[in-house]
């Protein structure tokens, strides 16, 4: 049974660039959850979507961040331009919603911006 | 805003010993709380969760206790052991789907 899928697992990319991270969930959940880790700033919420509907976009830093989840089994997130202080992991997460809130974690893409 | 706040954040304990991490949520609507383990490098993982009709549960040596009306919950780990080293997260849900997480705190189990 495969869990939460994420790729690239790592990114290395320059100051400016476009960087696109991709996020499978869990066969049959219907929420998905964008995390970014930091040393600083812990764990923190970006987006999250409830049967593929952005429900909570609070999170979202600034204009340079974007989310999309076109089908019930592929999300992705945009950061465009990319700055050096968005180097974190970023972490997605599923659950069934309302038949069980647990959240299941993704491996996460550690994302690396000189 | 919702809160939740997590003590301590590092704790180190001898091997055998018994550790407590205790947290405060700010929302009383929260109903659900979950408890990861995340060791350096990968992702975290549920060990444990609770919802707000038990008082309390226990798995082997890991039990959670949960007080409504103080609004608080901890995470006891009896007998550690150096494979339980790693940050611990708590979290509340607030709303159906989304959690607030706590700070995390580092456990040191010493052998």
């Known amino acids: 049974d495969a869990g939460v899928i994420q790729s690239p697992r790592h990114e290395v990319t320059e100051m400016g660039q476009e960087v696109t991270l991709r996020c499978k969930p869990i066969s049959g959940h219907n929420s998905l959850f964008w995390y970014r880790q930091t040393m600083m700033r812990g764990l923190e919420l970006l987006i999250y979507f409830n049967n593929n509907v952005p429900i909570d976009d609070s999170g979202m830093p600034e204009d340079r961040f974007s989310a999309k989840m076109p089908n019930a089994s592929f999300s992705t997130l945009k950061i465009q331009p990319s700055e050096p202080r968005d180097s974190a992991v970023y972490f997605c997460a599923s659950s069934s919603g309302n038949a069980s809130p647990t959240q299941y974690f993704g491996p996460g893409t550690r994302l690396l911006v000189l | ?111």
């Open chain 2, 1 to 111: 805003g919702e809160n939740v706040e997590q003590h301590p954040s590092t704790l180190s304990v001898q091997e055998g010993d018994s550790a407590v991490i205790k947290c405060t949520y700010s929302d009383s609507a929260s109903n659900y709380f979950p408890w990861y383990k995340q060791e350096l490098g990968k992702r975290p993982q549920l060990i444990i969760d609770i919802r707000s009709n038990v008082g309390e549960k226990k798995d082997q040596r890991i039990a959670v206790t949960l007080n409504k009306t103080a609004k608080h919950f901890s995470l006891h780990i009896t007998e550690t052991q150096p494979e339980d080293s790693a940050v611990y997260f708590c979290a509340a849900n607030s709303g159906t789907y989304k959690y607030i997480f706590g700070t995390g705190t580092r456990l040191k189990v010493l052998a």
